[in-house]
């Protein structure tokens, strides 16, 4: 068997055993059926997320047949908004993890195939980054922005997130490099990209699958509390921190205005964090269950 059909039949197993697990269905019909209403929801909303209905008369209207999850201090309707924003939060956080995943692949398999010094200086490098909170590192970047966008909120949470990840990837890739078949392929004249990308990368999907399924979540939140803080994703536009923050000062009130949006992102956060150890169990299945 090639190792082509032996990492296929791997992950064939890794599918087969999430099926089994009850845990890991339930997040993923959760996680579709989230993804299915915030990709179509917006399209068949009888409202706009920025229409203002009558600002006069519908001002913090309750749930009705009308509108389902109410309206809010600018009378708009919450449902509109919440499914907007819904594809704005899950867009960040996917997009910015796609990228500090990126980043921190390609660090870590450069410092792992590399050692020595360059090893040690790149590996300073992340440590140092690690030894700053990720929250006030961000405040600091965005704090200095009036408005800002959301290309430049995708990046910046992209760009603080991928220290843990890059030293997770070196470590797996200082491991594998000594490996007989790495060491033949070296033998033979493999070049560097090569020895990455054929021989090394493979090993080290297991584990970045799951730390990228988990930092969804984290981005999820962190996304949240900054657009919560008025520093991320700006007014018009809706996202899930945006709108309990609109809400915040009319809670006693008004209060499906903020548990709306907040009753998604712990859904979805709970359903990501499940995924993932579902993931982490399924990868390594010798592992002692987590009680």
Do not use: K
């Amino acid at each position: 068997m090639t190792s082509s059909e032996s990492g296929a039949g791997d992950w064939r197993l890794v599918v087969q055993r999430l099926r089994h697990d009850p845990r890991s269905v339930a997040a993923v019909a959760v996680l579709l059926t989230m993804a299915a209403l915030v990709l179509i929801g917006p399209m068949l909303s009888p409202y706009q997320p920025f229409q203002q209905l009558d600002i006069t008369h519908r001002v913090h209207a309750p749930p009705s047949t009308t509108h389902l999850l109410g309206t809010d201090a600018y009378s708009r309707d919450v449902l509109s908004r919440v499914l907007s924003g819904g594809r704005v939060s899950l867009a960040v956080a996917l997009t910015a993890v796609f990228i500090e995943t990126m980043i921190g692949v390609v660090w870590g398999l450069t410092a792992g195939l590399a050692g020595g010094r360059t090893d040690s200086v790149m590996m300073r490098c992340v440590d140092a980054g690690m030894s700053v909170p990720r929250v006030l590192l961000l405040l600091a970047l965005l704090a200095a922005v009036v408005q800002v966008p959301v290309w430049l909120l995708v990046l910046v949470l992209g760009a603080t997130g991928w220290f843990g990840i890059a030293r997770v990837v070196r470590a797996e890739a200082r491991v594998t490099r000594a490996s007989d078949y790495v060491l033949a392929a070296q033998a033979l004249g493999a070049g560097p990209a090569r020895l990455a990308l054929r021989h090394v990368l493979p090993h080290v999907l297991g584990p970045v699958l799951v730390w990228s399924t988990l930092a969804i979540g984290q981005v999820i939140v962190l996304e949240a509390g900054l657009s919560w803080l008025g520093i991320g994703v700006q007014p018009p536009q809706a996202s899930w921190g945006n709108i309990i923050g609109d809400g915040t000062e009319f809670i006693a009130s008004a209060p499906w205005v903020s548990l709306a949006p907040g009753f998604c992102l712990v859904i979805v956060v709970l359903a990501v964090s499940a995924l993932g150890d579902g993931l982490r169990d399924a990868l390594a299945p010798r592992q002692l269950p987590r009680t």
